[in-house]
């Protein structure tokens, strides 16, 4: 079928397709569900385990060994992750990349399986937990602050607006952060419990035997199965109070008689939060999968306005971050930088080609754009930021094929054929050359979308876009194009009839390429001298895989030495806050203070519960203020607060990273690990563009250790148990049951508190109960006491202890590809015991990795281009030629990155994919048209007359591409690809007219005949 002919005959079925591609895209990118990231599953569960009074190393042997044995059998497993802490394990288990998503529910329940079946291996106090929910994101984050409102009032209010939004539809998860546990506080007066001889294990029994639910069964009355309940458990506080304790001379009082008794919050917390200077409580809401962020969002707006009203004055709700507002600002931007990329193309092509052509053309990019809308809405594919960068990318292919049909149209018009047969043969000359070249220029995209792991979840659909868009633009090239040409386009009356290669610029052109043709060795070592040059060039260009993100956001997270008081680093953060709050272009400042704020966007770090942490997220009017907003407050902590550790970070357009250099020592010994990550550091400090040294075991705690000794216990008949209650009541105080008050649970925390005012209240003079109605003191029980220092953490690797020594540039003009390369060999250099591996982390494995997920199917594509090429033209020799211009593209590139200071990231990579797209579909054409015309021609006249029949479309192509991408060149997240794109395709053009010609030359021995 002609199908070119066929449009030109049937013109109502090409006006009808034309008019629902204009409604039909304008209506579907309405429609079209809008993100702010490609959506994909993030392969990692925790598994965590709690083990209460155990030291680090007795977690990680007694706890962490066992469930690391149990899950390394997990099916697709990529390695293994654990923490052991005081009293925590938190095992993280990685699943492989190319497992998919519909997989992932079989592989956690087998998980859990796992662990489950490992529990009679654990600890009888030990009990795992499986979280395979670890990588949710609460893309809507909200605060939640009054001036005058106590925090059990904010908590109650938080509470409320929890139980609203979940109602929501599109709404999956609704978290609070920063909510203090509630507990019912019970402080026992040591002074009462003596006069009284009353023992706290007493204390306890009664309020856990109360306080439990029991089974009563049934009673069988005249046929009837009457349930028994029994309602004596207490509902509240009051009724705490009036709880009856008897002593050992059977005299019975209430516990309000020997205690205080209060609601208040357990202490230490485990997290806060403040917003804006003031304390808060965040409100975190995760979407359910699939649903459209732009409409949850306006549904979500609508509840907190109606929920806003019914809220107290003072009150404030406001926006932390919202996803659906910067996904909206996202596709402003975007249609902002296609209008006018649209606009410089269009006008380009009117200027260059006349106003007919350049309509004509015009008309048919914004016919693809909208009708690629079309088939993404009916795909289910989404906008959002990897989408639009492959419609950007487009946007310098989806022309080519319009101006090479119309440039032919023209050509046949001057030369005195009728409109219709000159739109016919514009495009009956080159359609399947077109459909060749455009197939593999789909197939150059084809290693993203094949791509193993969370690159070929996230890009697949800038597979599918630019295949939808470059397909189309085929498409329309031999349908719309023709029919349009034949009902508009036209040539003046001085150049029909004339030789449309007779003007100036062909002559000067056709001069050039001789002179390229006639000394040919010569022109070859140039192209290699140049390429050499280039390639020596890309040395210099920055070559970090991920870019930063263009949200005027700054994350600064503070470290104080491990183990200080959560009281004192808050302290610290309301001085900061109220510094940072003061500097010029800064909106807002939220404060997380134990551990980071939730995962409010997918690149967002997540560091759970340390209470010597804090997070700032600083946000700035213009993302263009940042790095000055970013600076003044490094230097402000550095100078103010000399024991803390400060790293402040942009949003990275990748997975997390905590550091971007990470080198990794594994081995059996913790001391020789840290001798070994000392060195490393040591290292690190001594370079001048490192900074933020440390490592991931950080910095030794003390403890105090009682020594028990058996044999005073058994006289004092004082067990371990009632002395570890006695030490735990005195300080932070036992958890020893759960209140519930028909609406909530709260904690059940007893302390014993010496109200004698003695002064020889140390610890060893602590009073400490044993069976009986009298106390005996600690030391009457101890062998003496001892000061230590331990690991407060403990990490494996695959098992194998492992500890990291961690840096950053000192600048975001520094990459950390030129950090490692100053410090790879020194710190290789080290020498490793036996039995002990180093390895690097951080940003080089995420590259490493990156670059072979997309590197793995590379040869598949070059395979089918191959193939399609040799199809094409039944030649090796021409399938040759045309894949000798790819090395040779890069020459454009390296150049066009160092001058405009570019790194050559993933966005650089994909704009080097769609250039190699443009420099073969150039080739391709231009030795078709050899092909034709050396059946009539010389071999010469052939190849140097297809070259100037080319060079038009081949510069309007360039022209109108490299134009068009100006609007993005300085754009943090695209002008890398743009860059890429205008000096690529600017010496790609000069590879098509000139080296092409000059390769064929070669290659067939064809002789210069003056």
């Known amino acids: 079928m002609n199908i070119a002919k066929y449009s030109v005959n049937n013109r109502v079925v090409i006006w009808v397709a034309v008019f629902f591609s204009l409604v039909g895209g304008v209506f579907s990118y309405t429609k079209l569900a809008k993100l702010e990231d490609a959506e994909f599953t993030l392969k990692t569960a925790l598994v965590v385990t709690s083990y209460k009074g155990a030291s680090p190393h007795e977690v990680e042997l007694e706890v962490t060994d066992v469930i690391e044995q149990a899950v390394q059998a997990t099916q697709g497993l990529d390695f293994i992750e654990s923490e052991s802490k005081e009293g925590l394990s938190i095992v993280t288990v990685e699943i492989k990349g190319n497992k998919k998503t519909a997989e992932m529910p079989q592989i956690w329940d087998d998980l859990r399986r796992k662990v489950n079946d490992c529990r009679v291996h654990l600890p009888r106090t ?40 979940l109602t929501v539809k599109g709404v999956a998860k609704v978290k609070l952060f920063g909510a203090k546990t509630e507990s019912i506080e019970i402080n026992l007066l040591s002074s009462r419990m003596a006069s009284f001889g009353i023992n706290p294990g007493q204390v306890i029994g009664i309020l856990t035997d109360l306080n439990s639910r029991w089974d009563n069964g049934q009673m069988d009355v005249d046929g009837q199965r009457i349930k028994i309940r029994d309602r004596s458990s207490f509902k509240t506080v009051e009724e705490v109070g009036e709880l009856v304790i008897q002593d050992y001379s059977k005299q019975q009082i209430k516990l309000k008689d020997i205690a205080e008794i209060k609601e208040s919050y357990q202490e230490p917390v485990k997290n806060l939060m403040r917003f804006n200077g003031k304390e808060s409580i965040g409100i975190g809401v995760a979407m359910s999968w699939g649903v459209n962020v732009m409409d949850v969002g306006e549904d979500i707006d609508k509840r907190l306005e109606a929920l806003n009203a019914q809220l107290p004055v003072g009150l404030n709700i406001e926006k932390v971050y919202f996803q659906s507002d910067e996904v909206a600002e996202s596709n402003r931007l975007f249609m902002t930088n296609l209008a006018e990329s649209v606009t410089i193309v269009v006008l380009i092509l009117l200027l260059f080609m006349g106003l007919r052509s350049g309509l004509l053309i015009g008309s048919g990019l914004i016919l693809t754009i909208l009708a690629t809308f079309i088939v993404m809405l009916a795909g289910d594919i989404a906008l959002q930021r990897t989408s639009l960068a492959a419609i950007i990318v487009a946007m310098g292919m989806l022309v080519d094929n319009a101006i090479v049909v119309t440039d032919g149209a023209l050509v046949a018009l001057q030369r005195g054929h009728s409109r219709r047969k000159s739109a016919l043969m514009g495009a009956e000359s080159t359609i399947w050359p077109l459909f060749g070249a455009t197939l593999i220029a789909i197939l150059a995209f084809l290693p993203i979308f094949m791509a193993p792991g969370s690159v070929g979840e996230i890009c697949k659909s800038m597979f599918q876009v630019l295949a939808i868009s470059l397909g189309l633009s085929w498409l329309f090239a031999v349908t719309q194009n023709v029919l349009f040409s034949d009902v508009f386009l036209k040539v003046s009356k001085n150049s029909k009839d004339k030789e449309p290669f007779s003007g100036k610029g062909y002559k000067i052109f056709e001069k050039l390429l001789m002179k390229v043709l006639s000394h040919r060795f010569i022109s070859l070592g140039v192209v290699i001298l140049v390429l050499i040059g280039s390639l020596m060039v890309f040395t210099k260009v920055k070559k970090p895989f991920f870019v930063e993100l263009t949200k005027p956001l700054v994350t600064v997270n503070y470290w104080m030495p491990e183990g200080t008081d959560i009281q004192k680093v808050e302290a610290d953060i309301k001085e900061i806050e109220k510094y ?50 970013r600076k003044k407050i490094d230097t402000y902590i550095k100078e103010n607060y000399p024991a803390a550790t400060e790293h402040s970070k942009l949003l990275l357009g990748g997975p997390p990273l905590e550091f971007k250099i990470e080198a990794r020592f594994m081995g059996p010994d913790p001391e020789v690990l840290h001798k070994l990550a000392d060195q490393a550091k040591d290292i690190m400090r001594q370079e001048k563009l490192a900074i933020n040294v440390r490592d991931d075991w950080r910095q030794k705690v003390m403890t105090w250790e009682p020594v028990y000794n058996q044999e005073k216990g058994r006289r004092a008949n004082v067990t371990r148990q009632q002395m570890s209650i006695a030490l735990q009541t005195a300080n932070d105080g036992a958890v020893v049951g759960r209140f519930y008050d028909g609406e909530r649970a709260q904690s059940i925390l007893l302390k014993m508190v010496d109200d004698t005012h003695d002064q020889n209240n140390q610890l060893q003079y602590l009073p400490v109960w044993g069976g009986g109605p009298t106390s005996t003191i600690l030391d009457q029980v101890l062998d003496g006491a001892k000061m230590g220092w331990e690991d407060p953490v403990i990490r494996r690797y695959n098992r194998r202890r492992s500890i990291t020594a961690q840096c950053d540039p000192i600048s975001s003009d520094v990459t950390g590809d030129q950090l490692l390369a100053k410090l790879k060999d020194k710190i290789e250099a080290i020498p490793l015991p036996e039995g002990y591996y180093m390895m690097w982390d951080g940003e080089h494995r995420k590259q490493v990795e990156g670059n072979e997920n997309v590197g793995a199917f590379f040869p598949l594509a070059i395979i089918l281009m191959m193939i399609i ?80 029949s080319r060079m038009r479309p081949v510069m309007m192509a360039a022209l109108t591409t490299i134009l068009g991408m100006i609007p993005l060149i300085n754009d943090a997240m695209y002008g890398s690809m743009a860059a890429t794109i205008m000096f690529g395709l600017l010496f790609a053009t000069i590879l098509t007219l000139f080296v092409v010609p000059l390769f064929f030359c070669l290659f067939y021995k064809i002789k210069i005949v003056d």
């Open 869 to 948: 090429i040799v199809i094409l033209f039944n030649s090796f020799r021409q399938t040759l030629i045309i894949f000798l211009m790819l090395p040779l593209s890069f020459i454009g590139v390296a150049n066009g990155l160092f001058v405009f200071d570019k790194a050559f990231g993933f966005m650089a990579i994909v704009g080097f994919l769609g250039l190699l797209g443009m420099v073969i579909k150039n080739a391709v054409v231009l030795i078709d048209q050899v092909n034709v015309l050396i059946v009539d021609k010389s071999p010469l006249e052939a190849v140097v007359e297809s070259a100037i």
């Open 580 to 629: 940072v709050m003061g500097l010029e272009h800064v909106t807002s400042v939220t404060a997380a203070i134990g551990e980071s704020l939730p995962r409010y966007i997918l690149m967002a770090e997540v560091v759970k519960n340390n209470s010597s942490y804090a997070q700032l997220l600083v946000r700035t009017d213009e993302f263009d203020n940042l790095d000055g907003v």
């Open 126 to 165: 030990a009990y795992p937990m499986v979280l395979d929910d670890f990588g949710d994101v609460f893309g809507v984050f909200l605060s939640l602050s009054g001036d005058d409102y106590s925090y059990a009032e904010l908590h109650d209010y938080s509470a409320m607006l929890k139980r609203e939004l």
